[in-house]
Each structure stands twice: as C-alpha cells, then as structure tokens.
Nanobody, 122 residues
Framework: QVQLVESGGGLVQAGGSLRLSCAAS????????MAWYRQAPGKQRELVAG???????NYADSVKGRFTISRDNAKNTVYLQMNSLKPEDTAVYYC????????????????WGQGTQVTVSS
C-alpha cells in the first residue's frame, strides 16, 4: 500500500558530501515522523536523524553538525544532507516513516525503504 524509495547513495571520498532522498508513495493519508537509520556490516541498525511532521529534528551525536535532515510534506519526501563524511559513516542507509494509510485511520503503520549504500573512502 505504501512504498518508500531511497536514492542518492554512492561512493565518496572522506570530507565529501552526499544527499539522500526518500520518497513515499501509495495510499497515504498522512505521514507523521520520518527518519534515517543506518547499518554498517556487523553492527546493529542505528538511528541517524529524525524529523517530526512539524519539523522538529533530532540527531545521533556522531553526526551532529555534519548531517541535516529535512522534509517536503507536499512531496512526501525526506532528505538527508551529509557533509564532512568520514569512513565510519559507511553503511546502508534506510528511510523510515510512520504512515496513516487511507481507509485505515487512525492507525499508524511503520514503513521502511529498501536501503541505499553509502561508502566513504579514506
């Protein structure tokens, strides 16, 4: 019913920048919180940044001052601007959204994208 499609990953040198996008589509009534998570090989998935429907944001300590999360509610899209990238930022990045589906309100369902690889070389 709802799909999240990420784009913008790739290979970049340390100190470089990337911008990830995640577009939600389908039977969407409204979207509440949106977030980016990441999972490095051999590690647990961790929250990178989150943003509420009103624009309040939160960040993992490891990315504060370097990453910026934003959203365009009209496009049902969330972005992650990543600057000053480090090799330790290498991971698969996943988009997450809490969505109220048309015909199923007021219940909210949790959706995930398929992930996009970010690799930072030293």
């Amino acid at each position: 019913q709802v799909q999240l499609v990420e784009s913008g990953g790739g290979l970049v040198q340390a100190g470089g920048s990337l911008r990830l996008s995640c577009a939600a589509s389908g039977s969407i009534f409204s979207i509440n919180d949106m977030a980016w998570y990441r999972q490095a090989p051999g590690k647990q998935r961790e929250l990178v940044a989150g943003i509420s429907s009103g624009g309040s944001t939160n960040y993992a300590d490891s990315v504060k001052g370097r990453f910026t999360i934003s959203r365009d509610n009209a496009k049902n899209t969330v972005y992650l601007q990543m600057n000053s990238l480090k090799p330790e930022d290498t991971a698969v990045y996943y988009c997450n959204a809490g969505v109220r589906v048309i015909g199923a309100a007021p219940y909210e369902y949790d959706y995930w994208g398929q992930g996009t690889q970010v690799t930072v070389s030293s």
